[in-house]
């Protein structure tokens, strides 16, 4: 008896585990229609197992607040970690963070030694230059979120329209062979 319960319950937990489907691909489609709250519910642990992808997009709502309060260094530490494992928009923003960093020290360092007004002004068109650098990076970053996003959209979009075809398909398939029904039924009365 204790055996039959044992396995029982052992059935039982692992129906619990495979009923799990929380996927990349839902915590995507959660974020495309803005439900911020369930995206990082989704993202989170697929970031913790270490999913570069499901990194960057936790860096991404982290940066923006979407679903969270808006946290940098959050929006970092995630950035980093998919950094670490090669993906590109990753490499670009933590790039981009190192060189405002630099950029920011060396205007401060440069003009505790300088004093001087013509220095200090000379060090912060640097400093705006390296900005403007890293912003065109980031523009260039955005970019390419936006066109995949798009393309997650569009994707989304044509599983949607697919499905509904499909449907179309078979409901129309259903009605033929109904129709078919009827004739012959109709059929087998008249002889």
């Given amino acids: ?14 129906a619990g585990c495979l009923g799990k489907t929380d996927t990349l691909a839902d915590a995507r489609k959660a974020y495309v229609i803005k439900d911020y709250a369930q995206a990082i519910k989704l993202f989170h642990p697929i970031a913790v197992k270490g999913s570069a992808e499901a990194q960057f997009n936790l860096g991404v709502m982290y940066s923006k607040g979407e679903g969270v309060g808006q946290d940098h260094q959050e929006a970092m530490k995630w950035y980093r970690l998919a950094a670490e494992q090669g993906h590109a928009e990753a490499q670009v923003k933590v790039k981009a963070d190192e060189e405002v960093r630099v950029a920011e020290r060396a205007k401060k360092e440069a003009e505790a030694k300088a004093g001087g007004e013509a220095l200090a002004a000379e060090e912060a068109l640097a400093a705006e230059e390296a900005k403007l650098k890293i912003e065109a990076k980031a523009k260039a970053a955005k970019k390419a979120r936006a066109a995949k996003q798009a393309m997650v959209e569009a ?20 009605k033929l062979i109904a129709e078919e029904e009827a004739r012959a039924t109709k059929q087998a009365k008249l002889e």
């Fill in 1 to 14: 008896m204790k055996k039959l319960i044992i396995c029982f319950a052992t059935m039982l937990v692992l």
């Fill in 155 to 174: 994707k989304a979009k044509a599983e949607a329209e697919a499905k509904v075809s499909e449907q179309a398909k078979t409901e129309e398939q259903a």
